[in-house]
């Protein structure tokens, strides 16, 4: 299974960084390459190179890494909170990213730190949103799930009234605010691809090493302290890898949502909830959805783009309701 | 490529000028000194004289040749976009070096010569000065003038950087609203972006001039910026007389959200001869409300129809309260052409005429 997900994800980065404008898949807007004329053009100093490596290959695998970031999060939450509405922006990273960077923006933080400044403070700012949820969630060290979802809960509603309160201060940012509370992955590039890599990677491995734990703490934290796993040590680790992924990934994507709710349920109700492989197959799985719903947002109305989250819910939405009602049918019958 | 253009060109004027080339005659007194060596006697000051000859011809021709670009290039200021065009001694453009209006200098190594425009306000622009046949590329908003209609497309609010490059332009001009990480993104590609940030009706002068500045159709541009100064003019004249009332108005291009201090609608209502009622807002393009406007009591409303009216004179009347208007008792609601309002290339002079009859009729029969 994690094979054949491997294999799938890799075919789908290939056959995605020949989808653009320019072709050889695509509308062929202004020029239309042929497969050929693509090839020849990828090693020489031409134009197109550039659009294929620095353009395309970069937003690829931003689209990977940012799906499987919110899908591999996302189990882990749902694991964590036993709360199957439970996604990565619960409990505040969506809110907290998104507040750091409309700040960057209205203090102009980019005249310093330049295009960095608005995915950093909203680095900063998601961590810091994630530890008051889990201050405000936790009493005597000891962390209890539903005061943690709900001064999640709280502390987004907070959050989202400043960054309305910002955006209506800075008019001038409006529409750069927008683009990213929308989410898109077309700011792409090399370097933040190279930054992403490390807490997505990092973060994927130690979701998979906790599998076992995390069936455990399904069957309830008494029977999982009694086989052995530490719940609370587990919680605290496993909340803080999921929010630093979510965080990176909101960094520099935007807030996309449904992908992080939405996979993990696909995932689980085709491979079952054992976590050893649940994780490993949302995660790829998450790449995999998000390569294509990017691809379809920067095809479907070429010359322009769909903001990419419109995809994940277009596409998840249906798809999630159609497994929902099929595994409930069969659960009736049996 | 530009290096040999020029030693060509350098031959071509010596040429022209009827001296020969230098290197020509160097070859020629190279031969004879050979000759007369072999004549031994008075072959000595041949060959002195020679390699005289020789020496100074190289040197001067060596000379000549490295410092002809350089030594008679000119350049020409121009004050109102702290710009500097550098021509060499043929009359060709080395450098242009502008500043944008958010203080960005932009050096182009020539007349912009394929232009992608990703705002409606720099197309109108570029086509007024007669620069549209340079324009490769628009945003999907541009649709005036017509031509503009079938341009390449490359997206709006989000961009298709393929496209643009795709396009291979060698400048892209857009307004100050469209998000600028892209055109960072294509920056890096060696392909500078413009900024026109227009915000008073003498932004718009200067931005017609700078855009016959950037494409080298310098003369168009005055002569456009010049008949808009003197078509805003003879409003002004009549608007902003000694002894002519200023009426209040309230503009609406949203209900409730209008022009406020700073933005282009509130320079065009006080050029009309009116006060704007929401000149002291809290920003540019405040949304009041329903009571601010009904204590204001405009004299003149004006709502602007385009692809987000939603309103018209009886739904406005209409509202809860507004009988008590000046405007609305008076019956004095109008409306005008949202694309004239905020475009601002030259049609915003056409809006401003409009705009000044519609508050002062007895201005303008």
Not at chain 1, 52 to 76: S, Y
Not at chain 2, 166 to 180: F, I, M, Q, W
Request: hydrophobic share 50%.
């Amino acid at each position: 299974m994690i094979v054949l997900l491997g294999i799938l994800l890799v075919g789908s980065i290939f056959l995605a960084v020949m989808v653009g404008s320019l072709g050889p898949i695509g509308p062929g807007d202004p020029v239309k390459l042929s497969f050929h004329d693509a090839m020849d053009a990828l090693m020489g100093g031409s134009s197109y190179a550039w659009v294929f490596w620095d353009v395309r290959i970069p937003r690829v695998l931003m689209a990977a890494l940012v799906g499987a970031a919110l899908a591999c999060a996302g189990t882990a939450m749902q694991a964590i909170f036993r709360n199957s509405m439970a996604d990565p922006f619960v409990i505040g990273v969506s809110s907290g990213a998104a507040l750091g960077a409309a700040t960057a923006g209205v203090i102009g933080a980019g005249v310093i730190m330049g295009v960095y400044a608005s995915p950093m403070f909203a680095f900063g700012s998601a961590l810091a949103a994630v530890t008051i949820v889990y201050k405000l969630g936790s009493v005597k060290g000891k962390v209890y799930v539903d005061s943690l979802l709900l001064s999640g809960v709280a502390v987004a509603a907070f959050l989202g009234a400043l960054v309305s309160l910002l955006i209506y201060i800075a008019r001038q940012q409006y529409h750069q605010l927008l683009f990213w509370l929308l989410g898109s992955l077309a700011l792409a590039s090399t370097d933040k691809v190279l930054i992403l890599m490390a807490p997505v990677l990092v973060g994927a491995f130690v979701v998979i090493l906790y599998g076992r734990d995390l069936d455990a703490l399904l069957m309830g934290e008494e029977t999982a302290h009694n086989l052995g796993a530490s719940p609370e040590v587990l919680k605290k680790v496993v909340l803080a890898v999921a929010a630093l992924m979510t965080a990176a990934a909101v960094a520099f994507s935007g807030v996309i949502g449904f992908v992080g709710l939405i996979v993990p349920h696909i995932t689980r109700l085709v491979v079952g909830s054992n976590h050893r492989l649940l994780v490993p197959a949302a995660t790829l799985s998450g790449a995999i959805f998000l390569i294509w719903a990017d691809t379809l947002a920067r095809s479907i109305v070429a010359p322009t783009e769909l903001p990419v989250g419109i995809i994940t819910a277009l596409c998840g939405g249906p798809f999630f309701l159609y497994l929902l009602r099929r595994n409930s049918s069969e659960r009736a019958s049996s | 490529m530009r290096n040999f253009k020029i030693h060509f060109q350098y031959i071509k004027s010596a040429l022209r000028e009827g001296r020969p080339p230098r290197f020509v005659p160097c070859r020629q007194l190279e031969g004879d000194r050979d000759m007369n060596s072999t004549k031994g006697q008075d072959g000595k000051w041949m060959v002195i004289l020679a390699v005289a000859v020789v020496a100074s011809a190289v040197v001067s021709f060596t000379v000549g040749y490295m410092l002809a670009p350089g030594d008679e290039p000119e350049t020409q200021e121009y004050e109102y976009a702290k710009a500097v065009i550098v021509t060499d001694e043929w009359g060709d453009v080395i450098s242009i070096t502008m500043e944008d209006d958010y203080n960005r200098t932009v050096v182009l190594d020539g007349f912009a010569e394929r232009i992608v425009s990703v705002a409606p306000t720099p197309t109108e622009i570029l086509f007024a000065v007669g620069a549209g046949d340079q324009v490769v590329g628009v945003d999907d908003y541009s649709d005036f003038p017509e031509e503009a209609q079938s341009l390449p497309k490359v997206g709006s609010w989000t961009l298709n950087v393929e496209s643009i490059v795709g396009l291979e332009p060698d400048l892209v001009v857009c307004s100050d609203l469209v998000p600028r990480q892209q055109l960072d993104l294509i920056a890096n590609q060696s392909i500078p972006y413009f900024i026109f940030a227009t915000r008073t009706m003498e932004d718009v002068y200067k931005d017609v001039r700078l855009a016959g500045l950037m494409t080298g159709h310098i003369q168009e541009a005055e002569a456009v910026a010049a008949s808009l100064e003197a078509r805003v003019k003879a409003v002004t004249d009549l608007t902003l007389a000694a002894g002519v009332a200023k009426p209040g108005v309230y503009i609406e291009y949203y209900p409730l959200w209008t022009y406020g201090p700073g933005s282009f609608g509130d320079n065009m209502i006080a050029l009309a001869g009116a006060v704007n009622i929401a000149h002291d807002a809290g920003n540019e393009y405040p949304e009041l409300t329903s009571e601010f406007i009904i204590a204001s009591d405009p004299d003149v409303i004006i709502y602007t129809v385009g692809v987000m009216t939603t309103t018209n004179a009886t739904e406005i009347s209409s509202r809860e309260g507004w009988d008590q208007i000046t405007a609305v008792a008076e019956g004095q609601i109008y409306s005008i052409d949202d694309n004239l309002m905020s475009r601002y290339g030259p049609r915003v002079v056409d809006g401003l005429e409009k705009l000044a009859a519609l508050i002062h009729p007895e201005l303008f029969e």
